[in-house]
């Protein structure tokens, strides 16, 4: 059997106002209020609640033969309790079938793995206590930012929080001749693996509107057989899974309504479900059906979801973004210290990626991904505002 594992992250920064130098020490708002909002509610409206609507009635008429995961990050959660309530009702109603994982992941959707350990595995608990607050779940299967991961960071989640399963890229370089549609183990073989398989997902994610792409149109029966086609090889009969992961805003934002996304995810799973070697599965119901005995690998240095390298070059491939990090970290110590509830809630709101993600340098002048995310004008801008609201912070420290 080859199992579709779908996971979906879902994910809204708290986007910095355009913090000048004499806001500094202003104790005022930081955060741009309206921008979000109206980004939350534009995302809702064209993505989150017709995409719930569409899986809802999938999973309505396949009798619960088609499954799906989320991972949904504290900010997400905390705006669209401010802007979009509906939103995560929706949610919620598709978490209440049955068909539908919850993962865990850091609350602030931040790069806390790689720089605070105690840090990290706060904000993991936070965002697993909302989870359960939210959606009355506990999750099992874990991913962490961006997809980030090294062997550290399976350790962690493993040992400190007892997750058993845990997403991350199925990078080239460390899978060498292997294949990422089987179920691995980490390095010590304690903690189940899954690779994404990123062609077939970049497919839907990235190129499923590109005209200059040798294979468009992507239609249903084009891309289900291609999935066939991947079980020509398993003659051992061996169950494998091909792991679709992209961002939810992949429908009705980043591919629009009119590029016929929503009909394509409307016929999929009928199709996959038409073949009795193809079903659906969740994350954590890989461990029960890996079939045999799962090889384990080793990510001795750290590997994300990121541009053709899949690594931290998008978070801290210049100097701004290292400066911008090293100045952040330093300065949450100090507030941690201090004790203050509301200082460390808007400090943690600065260690989420998104904002060092903005100042990548990366190809911005080709008007790439990177500047497709970005609120501001420049990476320059987006460092500058970001270290003003450190100063700001500072100042209120003391």
Known sequence: MLYVVFYFQVHQPVRLRHVGVLDVGKNSNLFDDKLNGEVLRKVAEKCYLPTNRLLLDL????????QVSFSITGTAIEQFKLYSPETLDSFKELVDTGC?????ETYYHSLAALYDTNEFLDQVALHRQLMKDEFG?????????????????????YEIEGFTTILTEGVDRILQWRSPLFAYKNYAKRINLLLKYYKLSDDIAFRFSNRDWPEYPLTVDKFVNWIDHLTLDETQGRNL?????????????????ETGIFDFMMHFPAE????????????SQTQSLANYQQESLSFPDPVSWADE????????????????????WELLHKIKAKG????????????TSDHFYYMCTKYFQDGDVHKYFS???????????????????EERLH
């Open 272 to 283: 996959v479900l038409k073949r009795e070697h193809l079903a659906f599965t969740t994350p």
């Open 375 to 393: 609120p501001y004008d420049s990476p320059d801008q987006a460092y500058i505002y970001f270290i003003n609201a450190l100063a700001d912070l």
């Open 100 to 104: 539908v994982e919850i993962l865990g």
């Open 59 to 66: 999973i309505k008429k396949h009798e619960g033969r088609f």
């Open 340 to 351: 203050d509830p509301e200082l460390l809630r808007i400090a943690r709101l600065l260690s």
């Open 137 to 157: 779940v506990q999750p099992c299967t874990f991913r962490n930012t961006e997809l980030i991961y090294q062997d550290r960071i399976s350790d962690l989640v």
């Open 309 to 328: 390298q899949r690594d931290l070059s998008a978070w801290v491939g210049n100097d701004m973004q290292t400066n911008a990090i090293e100045t952040y």
């Open 241 to 257: 899974f091909l792991n679709l992961f992209m961002d939810y805003e992949t429908f009705g934002e980043h591919q629009w309504a």
